[in-house]
């Protein structure tokens, strides 16, 4: 495989592509869950009169889109211009909350289908406050247990092939691990890549956590753990990058698209026919959290290729929103365009020769 051929990614690159994201119209399909953070004081901690047990006391309460709405929050963030959510959700509290916590960030939900039978995918996440800040404490997950009803699939892939040619791009965020259970069920990723191919001039992004393997037609974004477990099922060890880099031109013969292979601190390497471009992340000290960080990677990297960035240019973006979000602590952080630009400005070196 030879490497992409270099070129000058500079200042005025970088602004001319952040210009253009408030022009752009993003569709999200897939998992969105309610990420509730409540915030517990120790101080206050009472014991149960009837159980013994201590009763961890709420002094608050952060309600905020996650999974596929924590790529919304970051998409926001930027400036992106309309925002189109895609999903299934229950008639229940916590869709209430997730509805109104996605309209706050200017979140079309015309296209969110409501269900009594289903359950609004939460993570609650009770956060002990401490003097050095927030700690989070065992989560509470409620996710759907039940394969999605044959009906849902077919007006999701129906709002699905309407909504795509009215989009720059088309961001899939395959959450729940249990096969079918979540909106992208086997249909759903076949009506994907059927869309995908009815649409050949639109930017089609999958990211997966059980099932990355099985897109098709549509640019890929796996981690070094996921790749090399979409080739090789049979590893199980800590990959390492060589592995992973060959397992992800060998899911680009597979899909027909590029694949940006996240390699944690080492960054982002596109892959494509015409080889392969590694690109550096920042350096980040001091404390970090990357809870959120692979959404805001994608969040950037889909924005740019849909503002006529090259590969390359969008895994620099994609990297530089990450090294954003990172920092900021118990919670899953965004970017702004501002944000990103000091970003550069604190690592240009690093980015002035790219593909």
């Known amino acids: 495989m030879h490497v ?8 005025n690159r970088l602004q001319e592509i952040l210009s253009r994201f408030p022009e752009r119209r993003i569709l999200i399909v897939g998992d969105f869950f309610l990420d509730r953070y409540l915030m517990i004081d120790p101080a206050l901690d009472e014991i149960s009169i009837e159980t013994g047990k201590t009763a961890y006391q709420v002094v608050g309460r952060r309600p905020q889109p996650g999974a596929a709405g924590t790529v919304c929050n970051n998409l926001h963030a930027l400036k992106v211009g309309a925002l189109i959510a895609l ?3 229950g008639d229940d509290g916590e869709g209430y909350e997730l509805r109104k916590a996605l309209s706050r960030r200017g979140v079309s939900i015309d296209h969110i289908v409501v269900r009594e039978d289903r ?11 401490t003097p050095e800040g927030e700690v989070e404490m065992n989560r509470e997950d409620a996710k759907n247990r039940q394969p999605l009803p044959a009906d849902l699939e077919d007006e999701l892939i129906q709002r699905l092939q309407s909504l795509a040619p009215q989009a720059d791009a088309i961001i899939v965020a ?9 909106v992208i069920t086997d249909r759903m990723r076949d009506a994907v890549a059927e869309t995908a191919r009815k649409n050949p001039r639109k930017i089609f992004f999958a990211d997966s956590r059980e099932r990355i393997g099985e897109f098709r037609d549509v640019i890929i974004k796996p981690n ?3 790749a090399v477990k979409a080739v090789h099922s049979d590893i199980v060890d800590d990959p390492s990058t060589e592995l992973a880099k060959k397992c992800a031109d ?5 899909t027909g698209k590029p694949v940006f292979l996240t390699l944690d601190k080492e960054g982002v390497c596109p892959v494509s026919e015409e080889g392969q471009y590694p690109v550096p992340c920042p350096p980040v000290d001091g404390p970090i959290d990357i809870v959120g960080a692979g959404d805001s990677t994608t969040a950037g990297i889909v924005s740019a290729l849909a503002s006529g960035a090259s590969l390359a240019e969008a895994a620099v973006i994609g ?4 090294s954003v979000t990172i920092r900021q602590l118990g919670t899953t952080g965004t970017a702004s365009p501002q944000q990103v630009m000091e970003a550069w400005s604190r690592n240009e070196s690093l980015y002035q020769n790219i593909g």
């Open 224 to 226: 070094r753990f996921e």
């Open 319 to 322: 990297n530089l929103t990450a």
């Open 250 to 254: 060998a899911l680009r013969a597979r």
């Open 87 to 89: 999903t299934v959700i």
């Open 4 to 11: 992409m051929r270099k070129g000058i990614m500079d200042k």
């Open 119 to 129: 359950f609004t995918p939460t993570y609650t996440k009770p956060m002990r406050l």
């Open 174 to 182: 395959d959450q729940v691990q249990e096969r079918n259970c979540g």
